[in-house]
């Protein structure tokens, strides 16, 4: 075995698992809060990317600028959604808050589509492209400072839910929400706390996503991993998530590396296959999950 290759493989595999560990957060903080199986948190993060990008690039702004920008913009959106799309629908069946969730991510593309066309772009650049080597193996740069911008956000957002009071809310309302009304915590804005949250998360991956890739309207098939991701994980579990996506990036890493990129995809769905018919709610889920 070429184990310099393996060890390049790995590195790269590691990068993107951090990305999928990160958007998978986002998605496990709704469906922890709200009970909503969110298929547009594809969409949520390449929105994010958007918005870096058209302040940046349309308004002029600096990056460090369009990046806050960016990513209390997609808060904001987060908010609105959940209160205009996703609120009436409380009470109403699992599958029919999901399709809800279906629609929004074709209107995301849409609107997108609307403002910037459907061609590829390139996100103006904010991490250094100076080559990186780990010894002898050579990771691409934007991989390697996103990988690590990526632990210091995971770690940033564990420690707020831990100590931060309206994380306090969040955890309380995602474990018993009867209690916390009971214990006077505003569950509706807890709701919408929630998505906001998981907006700007998945915005900032959008960014670094953007920034390794490019952008464009198809990035949202971004989300289709981090889906495979948080079931394999356990829908309810954030540690679920993060272990989650380091296997499976290290996985589909392994798989394009080794195999071709044509089985990258087969292997993913082998695994998550091989995992529901073991655990159907989840490598660390709980079994009370009802699966859509």
């Known amino acids: 075995m070429d ?50 990008y058209g302040l940046a690039s349309g308004l002029g702004l600096p990056i460090w600028l369009a990046i806050i920008g960016a990513i209390l913009s997609s808060g904001l959106a987060g908010g609105v959604i959940e209160r205009l799309a996703i609120r009436p629908m409380l009470g109403e069946s699992p599958i029919s808050v ?38 002898e193996a050579f990771v691409p740069s934007k991989v390697y400072y996103g ?23 969040l955890r309380a309302t995602a474990s018993d929400q009867a209690a916390a009304y009971s214990m006077g915590i505003n569950v509706p804005r807890v709701f919408s706390l929630s998505w906001m949250v998981a907006a700007m998360i998945a915005a900032v991956s959008g960014m670094i996503v953007g920034a390794i890739g490019g952008i464009s309207p198809a990035m ?59 655990r159907p709610y989840g490598l660390f889920g709980t079994r009370e999950i009802e699966r859509l």
């Open 3 to 52: 184990w310099l290759f393996f060890a390049e493989v790995t590195l790269a595999g590691l990068g993107t698992g951090g990305l999928y560990a990160l958007t998978g957060l986002a998605f496990v903080i709704i469906y922890k809060s709200t009970g909503v199986v969110n298929l547009a948190i594809g969409e949520m993060l390449m929105l994010g990317a958007y918005l870096c």
């Open 98 to 135: 999901f399709m809800v969730t279906v629609g929004l991510s074709a209107v995301l593309i849409g609107l997108v589509e609307l403002v910037w066309t459907a061609d590829p772009r390139r996100m103006p650049p904010f991490m250094p492209d100076e080559p990186v080597f780990i010894g």
């Open 147 to 169: 990988f690590f911008v990526t632990l210091v956000l995971i770690a940033l957002v564990l420690v707020v839910f831990r100590f931060w009071r309206g994380g306090v809310a």
């Open 220 to 278: 949202g098939v971004f989300g289709l991993s981090v889906l495979v991701v948080v079931i394999v994980g356990g829908l309810d579990s954030v540690l679920g998530a993060l272990v989650a996506g380091i296997m499976i990036g290290l996985l589909e890493a392994w798989a394009s590396g080794f195999l071709g990129g044509e089985y990258k995809i087969v292997a993913t769905f082998l695994v998550l296959i091989v995992v529901l018919m073991i």
